[in-house]
């Protein structure tokens, strides 16, 4: 049997119905950028996330780099983040000219440890830039109350989490702004690039509406630089007609995360994603952590099943970040993370027989390896 770590074909067949004659529609009218359908996508999503605002932009990428121009930081900045991320949340922070100033994660849900949060804050920080892992929330109640203490703005990498919650709040409703990604792998995914930036903040709103479309206020009049940071019509129609579907995808998503559970429960080798008592994980990823994680990723894809590892090498150890002067041993959960876990098929379309032959498959892995072990010692 062939499992691949994700599938599209099944979801678009769902809506391919809806959105042909919408796709066709756009062509007819020659519209491409901006226009009607973004601005229909912008409050359908503000209104999901529970946000005033929203601003529909090029990427999950763009929508960091926007709001962090948005708010003002820069050169001699700097701003606390994970190590053990996507490269675009230290790369955003970046180039702006701000420093990413690394915080080590949790070993068990390896998002950021907030209780080491306060003792890297120094007079230059200007905010915190916390990522909501693999699909679960950040502790955003301890978050927000430090920045509070210290005056900071807190934008969420919430790329990996649309439609997560922290306490039954949505995710991308937590902060100063929020960002996310389209990207056809995460949640909701476009057909291409695009990404979305939230807030309640009326004039942050408007600053990063500005900044999408090169810092224009009226036509080719420009008070400040932004950058091109628009969205395609098509993307936002793509998005649009998938919304109404993304509850029942990441309840697919959970429920399969309980399945895997329970078939894995019995593999003392393997350790399990932990879900947070007050948090609604919606599984972007599906995380395994193990000693033996490279054996198992060949072994994995020997029998044809998909994994990845996200990532194999931690943020403050790569090599356009030298200059920050960290070394191996800085940050070990990170450098654990990166050595240990393997991400497996988790898409909301996976049979039961796929998740039963990929557990049986990685219990038969755990077997073999035991006794490998056991007549080599
Ligand atoms: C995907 C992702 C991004 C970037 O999104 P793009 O749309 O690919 O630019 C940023 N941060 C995290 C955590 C991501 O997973």
Known sequence: MKVPLLD??????QI?????????ELMEQQT??????????????AEYIGTKYSVGVSSGTDA????????GIGEGDEVITTPYSFFATAGCI?????????????????NIDVSKIEAAITARTKAILPVHLYGQAVDMNEINAIAKKH??????????AISARYNEKMVGNLGTAACFSFFPSKNLGCFGDGGLITTNNEELYKKMKSLRVHGMESQYFHKSVGINGRLDAMQAVVVSTKLPLLESWSDG??????????LLSKNKKIGLPVQRADRKHIFNQFILKLKDRDALKNYLSEKNIGCAIY?????????????LGKKTGDFPISEEAARTTLAIPIYPELTDEAIKYVSDTINSFSTQNSEKQMSAS
């Open 8 to 13: 599209l074909k099944p979801q678009f067949a």
């Open 16 to 24: 391919k119905e809806k959105l042909v004659p919408k796709l066709i």
């Open 32 to 45: 491409f950028i901006l226009g009607p359908a973004v601005e229909k996508m912008e409050k359908e999503l």
């Open 64 to 71: 960091l780099l926007i709001s962090l121009m948005g708010l």
């Open 94 to 110: 970046q180039r702006v000219g701000a420093k990413p100033i690394f915080v080590d994660i949790e070993p068990d849900t390896y």
């Open 151 to 160: 005056k900071l703005d807190v934008i969420e990498d919430a790329c990996q």
């Open 253 to 262: 998503r959970r429920r399969n995360a309980e399945k895997y559970s329970s």
């Open 311 to 323: 990532y194999p090498l931690p943020l403050h150890l790569q090599e356009c970040f030298s200059y």
